[in-house]
């Protein structure tokens, strides 16, 4: 139904860019997040694909059509807001008919439309009331109706359940994902939240700065990231990053001297590196177990236990901190001496301008 | 815990009452000063507004009556400055009120000298009743030494004599100009109150600028709009140095308004009890006017 091409997209105000050249390719009904830290230009970029702020140089392209100079509303998108922007004075049914009556659609129609899209986001009690009158996961779901009613090609959603609690977030989180899959539209959300990047996204953009860092599917995104930004901005918590040096490479991979000349061996590509060479060893939480024979020693700091879930702080011998995660309820006890058994596969190493070298093999999930 | 509440329900529920006589000679410095301040006028009017009373005839005296009041009610001035004062608040309202918000919307756009021209806005509101009606009479609408006169006679057109052809108007003028920067300065912070996504949604929604204006932005200042029309109200009802200072109520009755009678009655025919009834009739077309005002806007301020 839609799909939506960037090209070189920059933005500036005065003379700070603030997006420094974006290219993006969103298919049909893809459900695309964007992800990155705050200030890093999500919103802004969002804004421009939406038309509320001017692209500054580029191609934004619809369907195939460059809608640089189309205004918002032409654009056959629909945005839904942080704040949810509902118009307080008007009742949900008006702030839901709102685009329809601008748009002259006469009233039968517009009384079916809303009452359609109340049914799927089942708002049906509270048609008559105003927004005030409402919860915050009412008023989110209003918000979203008002842009279901317009039946865009594309939704934009910033930030949307940001301001709800954790409960509501989860159930909201499913009911969006139902949603994309019952409209069959194209999605762009933008977050700070791991798990909705993680949970609902086709594809995650991950943005620093203006800079689009890599684009892939969540698992892609976990399993091979393409630089130590990305490594250490998806998964929670953070990889452990380790400085290292190479100790030696070949084909089955490379070889990496780390604290206290633990090697652990990382079945990358090592076509551009050589012994000697400083990189980063970034292990996940999880890749990580206590066990005798473990290469890394030291001793635990600290062990949260979340019940499903154990986080051991473990402070290594050159005094560096790393966190592992094992399943279940742990017994270890903080001060005691561990070994930890670190499981090269699920390692990466990047090279001293902090890309990663890649895998031999790519994980099964990660197409 | 226990022992706490049970002393507390073993002191007899006397405290307040106790307290009672020994506060009131506290409060009544305070009590009483307001009471004279308020009461005594009120009641000294209402007390003339019964009396033959002239400043410049002595022998006039005694009680009056109701013909004070039977006499103001069949003077055809009276009437008629009664619809003056509906009129000059009615424009003055509508000008201040229409003229102020769309001065706030656009002084809410951003452009340069925005800081200057904001200040060159609300400036006017600086400006003395009676010095801003004499700018106005002698240094504007003045035909022969006034601006306007002047544009008038470079277009090649007949200065306009305002105040003998157009009292009311040039009254209003007036009026309007000193109130429009109030009017202004309530709506302006209203409008940047406004939550700039609302606007932005509307936009998404298809709503140009008027669709925004009439659906968005204007319903979000009804509240400031009714406390303008409240306050300005009230000091309209009551314009005074304006039309002292430049029309004298004239030419004949025809900007004498409600407080200018009452003071031509008392100061110039020096007729207390006439002028007492007028305001007597003042002070009650104030409260109903305040009554209804007081309840529409306190219903919109609820919202
Ligand atoms: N109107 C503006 N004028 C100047 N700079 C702006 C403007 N709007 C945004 N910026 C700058 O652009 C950068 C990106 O802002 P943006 O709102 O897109 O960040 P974001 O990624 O959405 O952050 P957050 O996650 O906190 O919402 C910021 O550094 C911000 O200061
Ligand atoms: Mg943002």
């Not at chain 1, 943005?207 to 860092?213: A, D, K, N």
């Amino acid at each position: 139904m839609a799909t939506l091409n960037l090209r070189n997209i920059r933005k500036s105000y005065g003379p700070v860019e603030t997006i420094k050249g974006v290219d993006l390719d969103i298919a049909d009904q893809e459900f695309v997040v964007f992800v990155g830290p705050s200030g890093c230009g999500k919103s802004t970029l969002l804004r421009m694909i939406a038309g509320l702020e001017e692209i500054t140089s580029g191609d934004l392209m619809i369907d195939g059509k460059r809608v640089n100079d189309v205004g918002p509303a032409d654009r056959g998108l629909a945005m839904v807001f942080q704040s949810y922007a509902l118009y307080p004075h008007m009742t949900v049914r008006n702030n839901m008919a709102f685009a329809l009556k601008l748009a002259g659609v006469p009233k039968e129609e517009r009384d079916r439309k809303v009452d359609e899209a109340a049914r799927i986001l089942q708002l049906g009690p509270y048609l008559d009331r105003t927004p005030k009158e409402l919860s915050g996961g009412q008023r989110q779901r209003v918000a979203i109706g008002r842009s279901i009613v317009r039946n865009p090609r594309v939704f934009l959603f910033d930030e949307p359940l940001s301001n709800l609690d954790a409960a509501l977030r989860g159930q909201m989180r499913i009911e969006l994902a139902r949603l994309h899959e019952e409209l069959a539209a194209t999605m762009v959300y933008v977050t700070h939240d791991q798990v909705e990047a993680m949970t609902m996204a086709d594809k995650i953009v991950v943005l620093q700065s203006g800079v689009v860092e890599q684009v892939g599917s969540p698992l892609e995104l976990y399993h091979h990231p393409a630089n130590l930004f990305v490594g250490g901005f998806i998964g929670s918590p953070r990889m452990n990053m380790l400085p290292g040096r190479i100790a030696h490479v070949d084909r089955t991979g490379v070889a990496v001297d780390v604290a206290g000349g633990a090697r652990i061996v990382v079945p990358a590509e090592s076509t551009n590196v050589a012994a000697g060479n400083p990189v980063t060893l970034g292990i996940r939480p999880e890749a990580m177990r206590p066990e005798p024979a473990g290469q890394l020693a030291g001793e635990v700091l600290l062990a949260e236990r979340l019940g499903g879930l154990t986080l051991l702080h473990v402070t290594l011998t050159d005094g560096q901190v790393v966190v592992v995660q094992l399943e279940g309820s742990d017994s270890t006890r903080p001060h005691q001496p561990v070994r930890l058994l670190v499981d090269g596969e699920a390692c990466h190493v990047f090279n001293e301008a902090g890309r990663a070298l890649p895998h031999l093999e790519r994980h099964p999930l990660a197409a | 815990m226990s022992s706490a509440s049970a002393t507390s329900v073993a002191v007899p529920p006397r405290s307040d009452t106790s307290r009672t006589p020994s506060m009131m000679p506290l409060l009544a410095p305070a009590v009483g000063v307001l009471l004279i301040w308020s009461i005594v006028p009120l009641v000294m009017t209402v007390w003339f507004s019964f009396k033959n009373y002239n400043l410049m005839d002595p022998t006039v005296s005694g009680w009056a009556g109701i013909d004070n009041y039977s006499y103001l009610i069949t003077d055809p001035d009276f009437w008629v400055s009664l619809l003056n004062t509906l009129v000059l608040v009615g424009s003055v309202l509508v000008i201040t009120v229409v003229g102020g918000t769309l001065l706030a919307v656009l002084f809410d756009q951003n452009f340069p000298g925005q800081g200057v021209a904001r200040l060159l806005a609300i400036a006017p509101f600086f400006v003395m009743p009676t010095v801003a009606a004499l700018i106005w009479k002698n240094l504007m609408m003045h035909p022969i030494y006034g601006v306007l006169g002047s544009v008038a006679r470079g277009l090649g057109m007949t200065p306009i004599d305002w105040f003998a052809d157009y009292p009311m108007v040039s009254v209003i003028i007036i009026v309007s100009w000193e109130w429009l920067p109030f009017a202004l300065l309530i709506l302006l912070t209203a409008v940047q109150s406004l939550d700039r996504e609302q606007l932005e949604a509307a936009r998404m929604d298809g709503a140009g600028a008027f669709a925004q204006f009439f659906y968005i932005t204007l319903p979000h200042l009804r509240r400031a709009i009714s406390v303008v029309v409240m306050i300005e109200t009230i000091f309209l009802l009551t314009i005074f140095a304006e039309i002292f200072v430049t029309t004298a109520g004239g030419p004949g009755n025809a900007t004498t308004n409600l407080a200018f009678l009452i003071y031509a009655r008392a100061l110039l025919q020096f007729d207390v009890g006439g002028a007492s009834a007028g305001g007597i009739v003042a002070i009650l077309l104030a409260n109903i006017v305040a009554f209804f005002l007081v309840r529409s806007v306190a219903r919109n301020l609820e919202v």
